[in-house]
């Protein structure tokens, strides 16, 4: 990455963090409101992060010999699968909360979980893929790119919006007060509200900077004889490490060993692509499919 790309991602993240001073002031969980037409943050990043993830795709597809038209439909089928997903494993999750207030559930701009939408998305993207005779490796060679920083830019959109996706109370420097979250200002594992003063770990940007660095790596070895898969492999490994390591400031409740759901699922995304890395990936881009 270039000097001017480097000072410009440190100055997105001085704007985001805001620490020159109040660190709420970062925070615009409803960007405006038209009559009863409400726009959210969240939502507004969102559509950023899918038409980052489109560019990216339409470059791969382009660049690989494929369609670059097809880029609107494996987005948008990806995008779509990806949120019914997420909110599909937020609500399993939550079940019990679910029974008794369901529509707090559904109609809300909060409440997604990332394994969720991560297998949801994919799906969805492969059956795009698949339809259209696009050999699955080099789909997901293509793919995994743009997912990286789609998924960074998502996380914009959670620490704008004050989603509850916050980390651990600290004393750091940059820690982040999200006194106008969405959610509220509140523990999200138990609802009580955070005493003033409290400042918390930016999790949503530490999980952007690990975005933007997997980015890179994939970005800078795309074009590489590797085997069809290594990139998508490689995602895997480095998305679930990056996931395993930002945990450890989460407040997520841990299920086994010490570690949470979102850990032991960094462990399983790692392994896998490890396994696959050693065995040297589809030597055969036409097995690939």
Known sequence: MKAGGVNFAVLSVRVLLNTEGSFSRSMYPVLFQFGPITIYSFGAFMALAALAGAWVVQLELKRNGYNPELTSSIVFTAVVAGLVGARLL????????????????????????????????????????????????????????????????????????????????????????????????????????????????????????ESVIIFGILWSLRKKNYPAGT?????????????????FWRINPAIGFGLTEAQWFGLAFAAVGLIQLARGGVRNPKQAS
């Open 90 to 209: 937020f609500i399993f999750e939550e079940w019990s909360n679910f029974l008794r207030s369901p529509w707090d559930y559904i109609f809300t701009g909060a409440g997604f979980t990332w394994y969720g939408g991560f297998f949801g998305g994919a799906l969805g993207a492969s059956w795009v893929v698949c339809k259209n005779k696009i050999p699955w490796h080099r789909a997901a060679d293509i793919i995994a790119p743009a997912a990286a920083i789609a998924y960074g830019i998502g996380r914009i959109g959670c620490h704008v919006a004050g989603d509850g996706d916050w980390g651990r109370v600290t004393d750091v420097p940059w820690g982040v007060a999200y006194t106008r979250a969405i959610i509220g200002w509140v523990d999200p594992s138990t609802g009580v509200p955070y005493p003033p003063g409290v400042r918390v770990h930016p999790t949503p940007i530490y999980e952007f900077i």
């Open 231 to 247: 990139m998508f492999w490689l995602c895997l490994i480095l998305t679930g490490l990056a996931r395993f390591v930002v945990e």
